[in-house]
């Protein structure tokens, strides 16, 4: 484990401890307590990979191999603002208040725990803590659509956990150890790699379950759809992305894919992603609900990062990693503006909201910079991974792949101006006369989040020279 990096595992533990004690007379407490805890953190990652120093020397200064303190850092950020916007946004009497707060800085710790781990064992105990973690979370709100969609996410999910250690298992048989390094440098020799391979594919296959890449998407729309409505988007945003997503991208990396090793792994993911990518948007261009959209819409954003993971070069290991940070922020975006029109108009049907522009405007201008950033339009930050990726295919001889992948990029606009039409920019509904614009406080995270995308878009040339750098540490 990344030592410099443990107080970000160790302090939200100890916040999430003191929560239920502090917030037992005040309930306010819990907020305050999440909050701080993960603003002051934030802080100090800034200041480790912001300083002028750092910057002005390449980003050759950070510590470790740079994707853990990448990753932290988004965890960090997307845990703030559903921390944030959950403080406002929950009922005062809600029971489990401070509980719903100590789970929250919780899988903030085991997903910081699964980022920074060295080893399989390890990744896989803190996976495991934020499923439990994940599962209590949807179901904060007690309804029967949370319930639904927590048992869904908990046995549909399962297996994968047995894969996962069925491919462990098979890994220290045949390598004695299940550190990263082993694994690195066997697949650097020239050992046939047949038994490694199969412990390897075992646990993709456990991974691509947690991922939600279809096929095995059937919890996914579920699960975001029925969970507490800030929850959706601390799943979508970031849970699924560190504990399936980053995990695929992890192996591929260390399974040489660049280098031509397993070749039959590398091509299951690209198809997979491909596929993904697919299904997603053609399935979201026919949802009415604005939070099942975003669901499938998230499998298809899922399915480019897949994709650039099984090719597995420098520039879609590069455009892999960008993206999902992209994916945290855009995603997390959409996601608690559906929450915001939940709160305001009692709805997130489509045909029922429109023309909510006027009445809502941060709002729908806060969608339409995340909407774009989704689909890839210039100069937004979702445009240069997807350009990352699409290029890496191209430059390998996979100009199927890379076209396809710029269509469904299209489809991507295509679905989300439709959403926007509908919710946004329509003829005034019955449920949107009285939807007026949501709090100050409620705003101020998705605020927050769109002016990051469009900073890590117009500061694009800083960004990759730090990506450049991690892509360089974790592969070679």
């Not at 397993?262 to 979201?284: D, E, H, W």
Request: aromatic share 12%; net charge neutral; hydrophobic share 55%.
């Amino acid at each position: 484990m990344d030592k410099g990096l443990l107080a970000y595992l160790l302090i939200p533990l100890f916040a999430a401890v003191i929560i239920p004690f502090a917030a037992r007379c005040r309930r306010k407490l819990a907020d305050i307590i999440a909050a701080v805890t993960l603003l002051a953190g934030l802080a100090n990652l800034a200041w480790l990979v912001l300083r002028p120093s750092v910057i002005n020397g390449g980003f050759a200064d950070i510590p470790g191999d740079g994707l853990s303190l990448l990753l932290v850092a988004t965890i960090y950020l997307i845990g703030l603002c559903v921390t944030f916007f959950s403080a406002w946004f929950m009922d005062e009497e809600l029971p489990n208040r401070p509980a719903y707060y100590s789970l929250i800085l919780v899988s903030v710790a085991a997903m910081t725990g699964v980022v920074t781990t060295s080893d399989f064992f390890t990744l896989y105990v803190f996976i495991e803590v934020l499923a439990v973690t994940t599962f209590a979370l949807i179901t904060t709100d007690e309804s029967a659509g949370g319930i639904e969609g927590a048992l869904k996410y908990f046995f549909l999910t399962f297996p994968a956990s047995a894969l996962i250690i069925a491919g462990l298992a098979v890994l220290l048989l045949t390598l004695g150890s299940l550190s990263f390094e082993n694994l690195r440098i066997f697949m650097a020799s020239d050992i046939p790699s047949g038994p490694v391979t199969f412990g390897a594919a075992l646990m993709l296959l456990g991974f691509l379950i947690k991922s939600g890449v279809v096929p095995f998407h059937a919890w996914t729309p579920d699960a975001y759809q029925g969970a507490y409505a800030p929850v959706s988007a601390h799943l979508a945003g970031i849970v699924t992305k560190i504990s399936g997503v980053y995990a695929i991208v992890k192996l591929a990396t260390l399974l040489r894919f660049f280098d031509g090793r397993a070749q039959g792994l590398s091509g299951m993911l690209m198809f997979l992603g491909m596929l993904s990518i697919a299904v997603g948007a053609l399935a979201a261009l026919r949802q009415k609900d604005f939070k099942r959209m975003l669901a499938f819409s998230s499998i298809s954003q899922v399915g480019y990062i897949v994709l650039a993971a099984g090719l597995g070069t420098p520039l879609a290991i590069m455009g892999a990693v960008f993206h999902l940070v992209n994916h945290a922020t855009f995603k997390t975006v959409l996601f608690l503006n559906s929450a915001s029109l939940e709160r305001s108009a009692g709805t997130t049907d489509m045909d029922k909201l429109g023309g909510l522009e006027h009445s809502m405007p941060w709002t729908s201008w806060t969608s339409v910079v995340a909407l774009l950033s989704t689909a890839g339009v210039p100069p937004l930050s979702g445009f240069w991974s997807k350009l990352l990726i699409i290029l890496a295919l191209w430059e390998s001889g996979f100009k199927t792949y890379a076209v396809l992948a710029l269509l469904f990029s299209i489809v991507t606009l295509a679905y989300f101006m439709v959403m926007q039409r509908k919710v946004f920019f329509g003829l005034k509904t019955r449920a949107a006369e009285n939807s007026p614009e949501v709090s100050a406080p409620l705003l101020a995270p998705v605020v927050l989040l769109s002016a990051v995308i469009v900073a890590l878009g117009l500061l694009f040339p800083y960004f990759y020279t730090y990506v450049r750098v991690v892509t360089e540490r974790i592969i070679l």
